[in-house]
């Protein structure tokens, strides 16, 4: 148990009038006398409760009627909390059992009033993917682990390969998740849709972690395509689209200034399929400057487009 869940623990019993003492702690929870001790200690001098010792009941009680520990009455953590649990959910993990659990903990945890803000809490994504919790189960473990684990992959076209893999970096992206690993079968690093994964198993065998990998290969560019090239997009949006994303961040380096037609959206990418469509959904309020292969990707996209809408 943590230190937070034993002080939780504590404070409830002092609530109920218990008096609990040192010997309270150490015998619930199997942990030293000088623990517990420092527990009470940390209760009364970091989260200032107002705690007085009763000789004549052998423990402690609190000397003012509405004391309340910080993480249990924030409101804000009390969001945070909520949303963390939503999170959860939207991202494909309802049916994890530690899901459930911590569920259950902010139930107990929680007062009535702020209870209603985690069920005043409402959270929506679109295209949210469902997992296998058994395959997602033994990811996790590896990346934890660091263990090499060998899956069945199914491709967007639904051919399923065989490979061993070296995990790196459990992404989420957008509510979908992604494995970022070194494919010994493509001999190189490799972002894996997880729920594209069919069959997961854990070797034996211990894998290195590669360092810096969110700053050299995550972060540099815009979307979930990852690589070591990059070109810098420049993209004009005018009219409402402009107002927009000029409130919007699509990258952590990109930059945005107002033009004589609206604004100019400046990014690094690697790949130009994400952007491709991030910028149809704006149609005619967007035109894309550079580079030159987007620029044409993107006519050939609406010629083709067109032409599904042409009348014979």
Known sequence: MSLLERVYSFHQDILRGRYPNATTISDQFEVSQATARRDIAYLRDRLLAPLEFDSARNG????????SLPFT????????????NRFGREAGLSSLPELQQLEAKLSQMLSTDHAKLVDSLYCE???VESIDTEVFATIVEAVVNRQAVTIDYSTASSTVSSRCIEPQRLCNYQGKWYLLAH???REGLRMFHIAR???AELTKEKITFIPDLNENYLAPSF???KGKKTEIAEIEFSGTAAELVKHQHWHRDQQVSQTEHGVLLKLPISDDREITMKILQYGSMVRVLSPERLRDRIAREIKDMAGLYTDE
Request: hydrophobic letters at 45%; glycine letters at 6%.
């Open 197 to 199: 994964i069919r069959k």
């Open 125 to 127: 994504w679109i295209e």
């Open 60 to 67: 402690f009680y609190y000397t003012e009627d509405d004391f």
């Open 183 to 185: 494919c010994r079968l």
């Open 73 to 84: 009455q924030s409101p804000k953590i009390t969001l945070l909390l909520g949303m963390l």
């Open 223 to 225: 979307g979930i395509f």
